[in-house]
């Protein structure tokens, strides 16, 4: 019954959604107000059904209703409780359904937060997101209902797959997706204000803390995936540059770009049509990277068997949302008028040579990413691009960007002097040189260029990021004027540090990381970097739906113990797969870690995988930084009023109603 | 400034094409390496079935085993641990060189994380030789 009540529910929703994807569109290009208004109670209602359908399939996973198809392959009566909530996004089907419900999230929340906007740019926008919606609903209703039922009915469950089953990963999908969808609302904005004709500046700050929100949330997700990586595969690796990945970090890429440009279009009315491109090209991105992960054409840890009726429907809806919104563009962005740049030395061209660095590491990672589908279509011989090809052509165009990056925090709008900018910054880049030379010296085993560049760049986007807040806070009592500046910029400032402590992470991993695979048997010692690791045996263990062989391995540090690590290998009593859980001793310093390999023929000997990460741990809080950067600048006070309302009395204000 | 960008990116894309073209990696079947198609001394991949009963444990961590497409064999050394789902019958992939003796020498041992999944290469590679076996 409840499966069916999903299954109605969805239908429905699909039905709100054509009408708010319609009605509004149409209202707005007649001026008709009844039919702009149904924007509101559709995408509520949308709202109140795909989340009903959401709660069916949830509560089909708690009670262990095997005869829905979906559930019998995800989850098992063994499974943990969380694991059965998550198991909700563990496939194809459900995790889809997940993307229409935080897509309706999204809108809703756009109905609700956005009652300054003019009604007419409001009924589109949501209109819009109606549309995507429309596709995808009737994408999940076509092509994989999660709520399909089968008979027999089995008597126990497939069990959820092994790798899924782990904290970082069950909330790394559902942030990921905030990201994705969340990059539907700025790709909404750029189309409204595309058919309405008018790009201005104000199109600009309406859009841009959702943007921010959906790219922070973007950043979350690829930063939790990466540690479930780490943690999960038993590589020790951090990035892969699989597909997958790269599917998700284009958008981010583009996302980056956009966040910035939108910021000279806010201020400065420059970029107007260059930023609504990057809002389509984002969302683009976010629609192929769900085509290249949904379809199956990937060899990749996330590729599995697949329908091909539903790749070629998300081609064809990605060619219509492409095409259609490429065709209004090319329609309609010839005709706006922006300002010009007015001086090579000002912020706005620096945000110019960000967006085209940018831009261009999207093209890069995007040729890597399809040259291998491209030559296999045509018939061309099956080949793979190697990671040595993205972090060759990855470094080199990043690097410059982390260096422009310092200069942003002091560089003014509109014109600025090259020698009052030399003045203040030579200083900053020498002091960061010596640090960055003299970091890896006291503090590492062994001299590495990369190690100093890296350190270099990240100190010298830390010592800019204060340079810029004192600068621009001095006159007068500092402290008011501490206060007064607005969040975006202490957002700004934080999201820069976070990419310098990023990179300092990286480089430091990256040179002097030690990894060695050995074979060990009880009582064996194996020195790395200074640690002592100590192989002390195997026992068995048994989890609550798994057998595991759990190693002991004693770490000493000049004959003192600091850790002791247990790697597991688990066996899934369902799937029988066999899977690595790394023993990781975390710190802000360096990693310990050690993952089982297999047992060796003489029974007693095993083969292990020993690492030491300096610094690994800053590669993610760089990202988390990033993030919440973004999530301070986007809660500027500034974005929550348009300015014409700000300054009357509140009761001017419409306050909007949550209703159906 | 226009001209500086235009530089730029020529540039960008010049350097981007040549790592690209260094850095392909081209996919065979054992058959394609037991009939001297595949080039030795350049990084390749190579997938195919493991044989069963072809694992050998050697020294230290060194392990050879026979990967298969149905038609021909080539063996593979590798040094180091194996994936957790390598297993006899499985679908895997390996990246590596082949030396002159016929060899092939792994660098990487990739195998996914899904029992039923077979990389569509060594699908593809399958039906090719059952294909002609019709």
Redesign the interface.
């Known amino acids: 019954m409840i499966p069916e009540l999903g299954t109605f529910s969805l239908i429905l929703a699909l039905l709100c959604a054509i009408v708010q994807g319609t009605f509004p569109l149409l209202g707005a290009h007649r001026n008709h107000g009844h039919w702009m208004n149904l924007a509101r109670s559709a995408a509520w209602s949308q709202l109140v059904f795909v989340g009903l359908a959401y709660a069916c399939l949830t509560v089909s996973f708690l009670s262990h209703d095997f005869s829905v198809r979906y559930v019998a392959f995800n989850s098992n009566t063994q499974l943990p409780v969380i694991y059965l909530i998550s198991g909700v996004w563990a496939g194809h089907e459900g995790s889809l359904l997940l993307w229409a419900l935080i897509l309706a999230g999204w809108t809703g929340a756009v109905e609700r937060y956005s009652s300054a906007i003019p009604q007419e740019m409001r009924a589109r926008v949501i209109a819009v997101m109606g549309l995507v919606s429309t596709g995808f609903l009737l994408f999940i209703i076509m092509t994989s209902s999660p709520f399909a039922r089968q008979f027999p009915i089995p008597l126990e469950g497939n069990d959820l797959n092994p790798l899924l089953q782990d904290p970082g990963l069950a909330i790394h999908p559902p942030i990921l997706y905030l990201g994705y969808v969340g990059f539907s609302v700025p790709f909404a904005f750029g189309i409204a204000a595309l058919l309405a004709g008018r790009l201005d500046g104000a199109w600009a700050r309406w859009s841009r803390p959702w943007t921010l929100f959906a790219w922070s949330f973007l950043t979350i997700g690829i930063a939790l995936g990466s540690w479930w990586a780490y943690n999960e595969l038993g590589w020790g690796g951090w990035w892969f540059w699989d597909p997958v990945e790269n599917a998700s970090f284009m958008p981010w890429l583009v996302g980056t770009a956009l966040v910035h440009s939108l910021a000279a279009t806010e201020k400065r009315g420059v970029f107007k049509a260059w930023t609504v491109l990057l809002a389509l090209v984002a969302f683009s991105l976010s629609l192929l990277g769900t085509f290249l992960v949904r379809s199956g054409i990937l060899t990749s840890v996330h590729a599995f068997a697949n329908d091909p009726a539903r790749g070629v429907f998300i081609l064809i809806f990605l060619s219509l949302v492409v095409g259609l919104s490429l065709g209004l563009y090319a329609w309609r962005a010839p005709s706006v008028r922006s300002t010009l740049v007015t001086s090579p030395i000002s912020r706005e061209s620096l945000i110019l040579i960000n967006n085209i660095l940018l831009m261009v590491t999207t093209a890069t990672i995007l040729l890597g990413t399809l040259y291998p589908l491209v030559m296999d279509a045509l018939g061309l011989g099956k080949i793979s691009v190697g990671a040595p090809y993205f972090n060759s052509v990855f470094v080199p165009l990043t690097a410059p960007l982390v260096l422009l990056l310092g200069t942003a925090s002091v560089i003014r709008w509109k014109q600025d002097k090259i020698k009052r900018l030399l003045w203040i910054l030579t200083p900053v880049l020498l002091i960061s040189f010596v640090i960055g030379v003299l970091w890896p010296v006291f503090n590492m085993p062994h001299y590495s260029s990369v190690a100093i560049f890296g350190v270099t760049l990240g100190v010298w986007t830390f010592a800019t990021a204060v340079v810029g807040v004192w600068s621009r806070t001095s006159g007068g009592n500092r402290w008011r004027r501490l206060r007064n500046t607005p969040s975006s910029f202490y957002g700004m400032t934080l999201a820069h540090v976070g990419v310098g402590v990023f990179a300092i992470g990286i480089a430091l991993t990256s040179a002097f990381s030690v990894e060695k695979q050995v074979r060990m048997a009880p009582g064996d010692h194996q020195l790395i970097g200074g640690y002592d690791f100590r192989f002390d045996g195997v026992i068995d263990v048994r989890g609550p739906n798994y057998l595991a062989q759990r190693g002991v391995i004693t770490v000493l540090k000049d004959g003192l113990p600091v850790s002791r690590l247990e790697p597991e290998k688990r066996t899934y009593q369902i799937q029988r797969n066999p899977m690595t859980e790394a023993g990781i001793e975390a710190g802000l310093m360096r990693d310990l870690y050690v993952s089982l390999g297999e047992p060796l023929d003489d029974g007693r000997s095993w083969g292990l995988r020993l690492y030491l990460k300096p610094f690994i741990r800053w590669i993610w809080l760089g990202a988390l930084l990033i993030a919440i950067g973004g999530l301070i600048a986007g809660f500027d006070r500034r974005y929550r009023l348009p300015s014409g309302i700000r300054n009357r009395s509140p009761s001017t204000v419409t306050t909007p109603s949550v209703g159906i | 400034?226009v001209g500086l960008?235009v530089v730029?990116?020529t540039i960008?894309t010049g350097?981007?094409l040549l790592?690209?073209r260094?850095?392909?990696?081209?996919?065979f079947s054992p058959s394609q390496i037991v009939d001297g198609t595949a080039p030795s001394n350049t990084?390749i991949?190579l997938g195919g079935m493991v044989v069963s009963g072809s694992i050998q444990?050697g020294e230290?961590?060194g392990v050879t085993f026979v990967l298969t497409d149905l038609a021909e064999q080539v063996t593979v050394a590798y040094?180091?641990?194996?994936p957790?789902?390598f297993r006899e019958g499985q679908g895997i992939?390996t990246?590596g060189k082949l030396d002159s003796s016929g060899r092939f020498l792994a660098q990487q041992v990739l195998a996914?994380?899904?029992?039923?999944?077979m990389?569509?290469?060594v699908n593809?590679a399958l039906r090719k030789v059952m294909a002609v076996d019709q």
């Open positions: 400034m960008i730029g990116c960008a350097l981007a790592a690209l260094e850095n392909i990696n081209l996919f990084t991949r444990r230290n961590l040094e180091g641990i194996l957790d789902l992939v990246q996914k994380h899904d029992e039923t999944y990389p569509p290469e593809d």
